[in-house]
């Protein structure tokens, strides 16, 4: 049986998403990159997830999410 529920805003639906794929996260950040497509499309990038206090995977995120844009605003 599916059961519904109504959001009150985009930003609730967005952090619903994590729950909706599976994955609840506890003491951890979830990183959703999202480009867009058009002013009212948007297509989602990559999803990445670190531990809180996980300092040793911040210069590989940060990479990660730096070519994203870079792709994202390149001609």
Same mark, same amino acid.
Request: proline content about 7%; overall charge negative; hydrophobic content about 40%.
């Given at each position: 049986? &599916?059961?519904?529920? @109504? %959001?009150?805003?985009? !930003?609730?639906?967005? !952090?619903?998403?994590?729950?909706?794929?599976? *994955?609840?996260?506890?003491? &951890?950040?979830? *990183?959703?990159? %999202?480009?867009?497509?058009? @002013?009212?499309?948007?297509?989602?990038?990559?999803?990445?997830?670190?531990?809180?206090?996980?300092?040793? &995977?911040?210069?590989?995120?940060? @990479?990660?999410?730096? @070519?994203?844009?870079?792709?994202?605003?390149?001609?």
């Amino acid at each position: 049986m &599916s059961t519904s529920t @109504s %959001l009150a805003s985009p !930003a609730h639906l967005i !952090a619903e998403i994590p729950g909706i794929l599976g *994955f609840h996260p506890a003491n &951890s950040v979830v *990183f959703m990159l %999202l480009k867009r497509e058009d @002013s009212n499309t948007f297509s989602l990038g990559p999803v990445l997830r670190m531990d809180v206090g996980d300092t040793e &995977s911040l210069p590989e995120i940060t @990479s990660c999410i730096n @070519s994203f844009h870079r792709l994202c605003t390149s001609g």
